[in-house]
């Protein structure tokens, strides 16, 4: 009897299951997994059902990274309001939860990233855990908390989404899905293609963030979490597979910042400038990106030095004074930046002057103000120079490890 009684513990200390999350999930793979092929099979999918399939599923997927994700849980930039309506009617198709509860607790796992008591779905604790078993016990972790959330309880349309969300998961659900299949005359073929297959690869293309993106992949601008890199992801996430520059920098619009990265969610945020349905949207200046990989090369550099040092004492020498150029570079950077902010401020507060006084008769004054805090800020081409110090510091660090490979 003793010998039963700390398992019975350890089973009763499990918490309970949701049985309606449970049953969406295994209920919607199955119909996928088997209803599919079997209609394909017989009856074979049209050209059309494809094309329904593939603009639904996108509708859903951007909802979601360009909405959800970057837009409401970030702040990544600001969006006109008929296209945040269009992201919270098609997020609410994707059927991952309300714009709130699902933002509240993403901004808990970046904060708590790791943690096995306060990220909801945090890595360490598995990679079944992390891609869908979090939501299927009723976690402490996940519970509802909307203290982090005092922007989005201000935001009409998320509150709106929010209150209504269960009606809105079953029109915009049904209603594309109904409409397709009358005008079709195929009502069984979109209803598995757009409606069922679309639900559960929009399912899992966003669980993959949370689960892969933390186990495979590469980690080139921190290694002080388990976010990782992997461009394979981001083709199937619209972008949200550079997870390892997602999490250190957290509120840039882009995931990939390169041209070449595969990001169509950040196309698609910055497409909608030109149109102006988003604005002010936040990217994280170079130079920090370069400190950040530059940081990360040392300490790589450093640790397989450490095994070579007896080989090559040039080696750890050449490292250091690299190191302390980086220092100094950055000290220079603190210094402009310093020096920039003190122009900015000495030019508004020349402005302010200027508009509480005659402003003709200290145009001349604030000209003068102006031209000499753009002086200062040379203060620009310095900036420049400096961001061109780190990438050449990169260049010299990959010399260093390619010698040492």
Known sequence: MSENTPQTAQHD???????????????????????????????????AGWIAFVL??????????????????????????????????????????SILIWASGHRRHHRHVDDVEHDPYSAKRGLWFSHIGWMLRDYPASSEDFSNARDLQRDKIVMWQHRNYLALVVIMNFAPTLALGFATGNMLEHVLLAGVLRLVVSHHTTFFINSLAHYWGRRPYTDENTARDNDLLALFTYGEGY?????????????????WHYDPTKWLIKSA?????????????????QRAVLTMQFKRTEQALRKRVVEAPHLKEFLEQE????????????????????????????????????????????????????EHATLRSRFKELEYALKMQRKRLQLLSAQMA
């Open 273 to 289: 400038s030109w149109l102006g349905l988003t604005w002010d949207l936040k990217q994280v200046p170079d130079f920090k990106i």
């Open 323 to 374: 190191y302390q150029q980086f220092r100094q570079t950055l000290a220079d950077w603190n210094t402009v930046s310093q020096q920039w902010m003190d122009a900015k401020r000495a030019t508004l507060t020349a402005q302010k002057n200027a508009l509480q006084q005659n402003l003709h008769e200290h145009k001349e004054q604030l000209q003068h103000n102006l031209a000499e805090a753009w």
């Open 243 to 259: 997870h390892n520059y997602h999490h250190i920098f957290q509120n840039d619009y882009r995931n990939g910042i390169r041209w």
């Open 13 to 47: 200390s499990k918490p309970p299951l949701l049985w309606l999350q449970t049953i969406l999930f295994s209920s919607t793979f199955l119909i996928a997994a088997i209803g599919v092929p079997w209609y394909g099979l017989t009856h074979g999918f049209t050209a």
């Open 56 to 97: 639904v599923l996108g509708a859903n997927g951007m909802s979601i990274t360009a909405g959800y994700h970057r837009l409401w849980a970030h702040n990544a930039y600001k969006a006109h309001w008929s296209l945040r309506l269009f992201f919270a009617l098609f997020g609410a198709a994707a059927t991952q939860n």
